[in-house]
């Protein structure tokens, strides 16, 4: 079982700059691929950016060249660095990681969600 802490959001100005992270713990073989989505109000919850264990990342377009994902293993930790952001970011961000149970077997486990609001 893995458990998620999200935190790191809250209200910007446009243009501004926002750490988000989010610590997995608990019980788990390892933790695989991990990755931040975001919900706006009245769309679907999209793919933000993921990252692998190798650090091999993936950007959605709108984030490319603003938005930076990492992430610690020895602490099992994947931060959000977002740069430049603009009204349209404003939404809830989710942490989603594959924990894995043994070295064959995962699942899928998401944080809580935090608020990110890009205003002036």
């Known amino acids: 079982q893995v458990q998620l802490v999200e935190s790191g959001g809250g209200l910007v100005q446009p243009g501004g700059s926002l750490r988000l992270s989010c610590a997995a713990s608990g019980t788990f073989f390892s933790i695989g691929a991990m990755a931040w989505h975001r919900q706006a109000p009245g769309k679907q919850r999209e793919l933000v950016a993921t990252i692998n264990r190798g650090g091999t990342t993936v950007y959605a377009d709108a984030v490319k060249g603003r938005f930076t994902i990492s992430r610690d293993n020895a602490k099992n930790t994947v931060y959000l660095q977002m740069n430049s952001l603009k009204p349209e970011d404003t939404a809830v961000y989710y942490c989603?990681?594959?924990?894995?149970?043994?070295?064959?077997?995962?699942?899928?486990?998401w944080g809580q969600g935090t608020q990110v609001t890009v205003s002036s």
């Open positions: 989603n990681v594959k924990g894995y149970r043994s070295s064959l077997f995962w699942d899928d486990y």
